[in-house]
């Protein structure tokens, strides 16, 4: 077939949509499932992104807040009392933590320096893995979808291809007008994972730099906090 019946063939052929709405109808039951399966998951990673950055900043906030009224030189047992009637997070919940501790080792008449020590330090440690885990909190699925998405539409697409070619041999029509179509709809899938993916890798990255940065705070706290007590404890023995 010569260059102008190409031409003419491809003249002839009806008009196909390519819209990406027309071509997810187009697809396969099984692409549009893959096709529906990313689509959610990148709604619901971009929900988890704004959720955490919220969430991030408010903790950081909170921890500059809390910072600022526990170095203004006012009571410690006054800040214990003003953050008890309510719930905390960050390094209010390490401070609550510890000076629980501490105010019920005093009171059971436990004045063994290494004992009161540990127990704090054993507090602490446990309130900042329970704060980490909540901050960290469904970055999991960031990952996953990061590292499976592209995978995932990559099988659609390959699905997508193999169907194509089948039609195709049943038609026995290998006019490019025909066969673009049905290579569009498999690609789309694979478009669709990468656009799941990629923002996911992005902000599981950055995302868990800022949880990390929040821990290391609540370390340095906790550090200087129980060297505070363990002076407190000195005085005391």
């Given at each position: 077939?010569?260059?102008?019946?190409?031409?003419?063939?491809?003249?002839?052929?009806?008009?196909?949509?390519?819209?990406?709405?027309?071509?997810?109808?187009?697809?396969?039951?099984?692409?549009?499932?893959?096709?529906?399966?990313?689509?959610?998951a990148s709604i619901w990673c971009w929900?988890?992104?704004?959720?955490?950055?919220?969430?991030?900043?408010?903790?950081?906030?909170?921890?500059?807040?809390?910072?600022?009224?526990?170095?203004?030189?006012?009571?410690?047992?006054?800040?214990?009392?003003?953050?008890?009637?309510?719930?905390?997070?960050?390094?209010?919940?390490?401070?609550?933590?510890?000076?629980?501790?501490?105010?019920?080792?005093?009171?059971?008449?436990?004045?063994?320096?290494?004992?009161?020590?540990?127990?704090?330090?054993?507090?602490?440690?446990?309130?900042?893995?329970?704060e980490m885990e909540r901050l960290e909190?469904?970055?999991?699925?960031?990952?996953?979808?990061?590292?499976?998405?592209?995978?995932?539409?990559?099988?659609?697409?390959?699905?997508?291809?193999?169907?194509?070619?089948?039609?195709?041999?049943?038609?026995?029509?290998?006019?490019?007008?025909?066969?673009a179509p049905s290579i569009s709809e498999?690609?789309?899938?694979?478009?669709?994972?990468?656009?799941?993916?990629?923002?996911?890798?992005?902000?599981?990255?950055?995302?868990?730099?800022?949880?990390?940065?929040?821990?290391?705070?609540?370390?340095?706290?906790?550090?200087?906090?129980?060297?505070?007590?363990?002076?407190?404890?000195?005085?005391?023995?």
């Amino acid at each position: 077939m010569n260059p102008a019946e190409l031409t003419q063939t491809a003249l002839a052929s009806p008009a196909v949509e390519v819209s990406v709405w027309a071509l997810f109808w187009q697809a396969s039951f099984v692409v549009k499932l893959v096709m529906l399966g990313l689509l959610g998951a990148s709604i619901w990673c971009w929900a988890i992104i704004v959720d955490k950055v919220i969430a991030f900043r408010r903790a950081k906030t909170s921890m500059d807040r809390f910072e600022k009224v526990f170095w203004s030189g006012q009571s410690l047992e006054e800040l214990y009392r003003s953050l008890t009637t309510r719930s905390n997070e960050g390094l209010a919940a390490v401070f609550v933590a510890a000076m629980r501790e501490w105010k019920r080792s005093h009171e059971a008449g436990r004045i063994s320096f290494h004992g009161i020590t540990d127990r704090i330090e054993k507090v602490i440690d446990v309130t900042i893995s329970r704060e980490m885990e909540r901050l960290e909190g469904r970055l999991v699925f960031l990952a996953t979808v990061g590292s499976a998405g592209p995978f995932i539409g990559l099988f659609g697409t390959v699905w997508g291809i193999m169907s194509s070619f089948q039609a195709i041999a049943a038609s026995k029509n290998t006019n490019l007008a025909v066969v673009a179509p049905s290579i569009s709809e498999a690609l789309l899938a694979t478009a669709m994972g990468l656009a799941a993916a990629i923002p996911a890798v992005l902000a599981y990255n950055k995302l868990s730099t800022d949880a990390a940065k929040l821990g290391s705070r609540m370390d340095g706290f906790a550090d200087e906090f129980a060297a505070i007590l363990s002076r407190q404890i000195d005085d005391r023995s």
